[in-house]
């Protein structure tokens, strides 16, 4: 039971983060180089022939956020997921059975949130917009108080996805998303959907 626990809790508080590692950020060496070594934007324009970075502020902000909400996620979850391999039972003497999902699922808003912090955040840094600035500060003080609010988990996990889910459409609208790059993402699926035979390099 713990190791069933232990990597269910796992895969729900990693599995989307290195979801999008792998689908956004392995493929580009850059990418990799960013979410490993930090913000390395000087070192890149200087190894670059036009003496510009070659990624850009948008993709550098996704990708330190990923990474700054991965490490986050694991400093806050990794005794957690230590714990649930035993010895022990949760919730024997009356507490809460759902810490660990609790816990996971929390840890997931929380890698989410760093991502779309960091994106806010950086457009914020490069326009000057201080009010922004101090939003997203405040932002991330309301979604560490929240968790105060523990072991009432509805009291802290619904406010804290609701504030998830309006970060991450500030954080697209940001990055420069609209309603009709989303429709042209979806009919771009439906095509390829269609036409099987069609290579994308």
Same mark, same amino acid.
């Given at each position: 039971?713990?190791?069933?626990?232990?990597?269910?809790?796992?895969? /729900?508080? =990693?599995?989307?983060? &290195?979801?999008?590692?792998? %689908?956004?950020? $392995?493929?580009?060496?850059?990418?990799?180089? #960013? *979410?490993?070594?930090?913000?390395?934007?000087?070192?890149?324009?200087?190894?670059?022939?036009?003496?510009?970075?070659?990624?850009?502020?948008?993709?550098?902000?996704?990708?330190?956020?990923?990474?700054?909400?991965?490490?986050?996620?694991?400093?806050?979850?990794?005794?957690?997921?230590?714990?649930?391999?035993?010895?022990?039972?949760?919730?024997?003497?009356?507490?809460?059975?759902?810490?660990?999902?609790?816990?996971?699922?929390?840890?997931?808003? /929380?890698? =989410?949130?760093?991502? &779309?912090?960091?994106?806010? %955040?950086?457009? $914020?840094?490069?326009?000057?917009?201080?009010? #922004? *600035?101090?939003?997203?500060?405040?932002?991330?003080?309301?979604?560490?108080?929240?968790?105060?609010?523990?072991?009432?988990?509805?009291?802290?996990?619904?406010?804290?996805?609701?504030?998830?889910?309006?970060?991450?459409?500030?954080?697209?609208?940001?990055?420069?998303?609209?309603?009709?790059?989303?429709?042209?993402?979806?009919?771009?699926?439906?095509?390829?959907?269609?036409?099987?035979?069609?290579?994308?390099?």
């Amino acid at each position: 039971m713990g190791a069933a626990v232990f990597f269910g809790c796992t895969f /729900i508080a =990693f599995g989307p983060a &290195f979801s999008l590692f792998f %689908f956004t950020v $392995a493929g580009d060496p850059l990418r990799v180089i #960013i *979410l490993v070594a930090g913000k390395a934007d000087e070192g890149l324009a200087a190894i670059s022939e036009d003496g510009k970075s070659p990624i850009s502020i948008q993709q550098m902000a996704y990708v330190s956020g990923l990474a700054f909400g991965i490490i986050s996620g694991a400093y806050s979850v990794i005794n957690i997921l230590a714990d649930s391999l035993g010895p022990g039972t949760v919730g024997i003497y009356g507490d809460s059975p759902y810490y660990f999902i609790t816990s996971a699922f929390l840890t997931m808003a /929380i890698v =989410f949130l760093h991502t &779309f912090w960091g994106m806010v %955040f950086f457009s $914020a840094c490069e326009k000057r917009q201080f009010l #922004i *600035l101090g939003v997203v500060v405040v932002s991330h003080l309301l979604a560490s108080g929240l968790t105060f609010l523990n072991p009432w988990y509805k009291s802290s996990l619904i406010p804290i996805y609701m504030l998830t889910v309006a970060m991450g459409i500030w954080a697209f609208i940001t990055a420069g998303g609209s309603l009709r790059n989303l429709q042209r993402c979806i009919s771009c699926k439906s095509f390829f959907g269609r036409n099987k035979s069609y290579n994308v390099i």
